[in-house]
């Protein structure tokens, strides 16, 4: 499997880290209320199809990457920049989608 980082361009995945679901939403930190968070850490959906995932690039630009890959084929159909370099390739140098 090869993710296109936005910044490096194609390379192999031994170059990066899954960093988990990229589709959770960390509870209000002002909760008192335990069971939001414990949800957020535990429960996890095995989804089938497509679905967003948090991947790091560990041997290269070292950013956090949004993939959308098929769970089934593991075809990548989606690569973003994700937290506040969203939308940023452009200005760090990027190549890829």
Do not use: K
Not at 28 to 52: I, M, Q, W
Not at 85 to 95: E, K, N, P, S, V
């Amino acid at each position: 499997m090869r993710i296109d980082c936005p910044c490096c361009g194609p390379r192999g995945v031994a170059e990066f880290s899954y960093g988990g679901d990229g589709t959770l939403r960390r509870p209000d930190l002002a909760t008192r209320e335990t069971e939001p968070f414990a949800a957020y850490v535990y429960d996890r959906e095995n989804p089938r199809g497509s679905h967003v995932e948090l991947w790091h690039h560990i041997a290269g630009c070292r950013h956090w990457l949004r993939v959308t890959r098929n769970t089934l084929t593991h075809e990548i159909t989606g690569v973003e920049m994700a937290g506040r370099f969203a939308g940023d390739a452009a200005r760090l140098g990027g190549q890829g989608t």
